[in-house]
């Protein structure tokens, strides 16, 4: 009993630096050209959770297009959502769409 109690903290220790590594430098995905300032941009603003009263952890950035100096792009966070951004060089960021279940 004593060894099931101990590998189950050891797993959770584990998940809690796993997920604190992710929420410091989630994954960026970006298979198009973009400029280097909008990149640092969008990971600079996916570092945290989504809100304070909503601890959710950014695991993944995914960029879907860049069109007329806009970028769009989904975080998908941990445990589970994804929030749909837009983001305009001197203008700032926008929410497309709210925070929604994966699926």
């Known amino acids: 009993m004593k060894k099931k109690i101990g590998i189950g903290i050891i797993l959770i220790v584990v998940l809690v630096i796993v997920l604190f590594a992710f929420s ?3 994954i960026v995905s970006c298979n198009i050209e973009i400029p280097e300032n909008y990149m640092e941009a969008v990971k600079e603003q996916a570092e945290g959770v989504y809100s304070k009263r909503l601890p959710l952890i950014p695991a993944y950035v995914r960029i879907e297009r860049y069109e007329e100096e806009k970028l769009y792009y ?9 929030v749909g951004m837009s983001y305009i060089e001197g203008v700032g960021y926008n929410i497309e769409k709210q925070l929604s279940r994966l699926s």
């Open 24 to 26: 410091k430098n989630p």
């Open 74 to 82: 989904t975080i998908y966070y941990f445990p589970l959502g994804t």
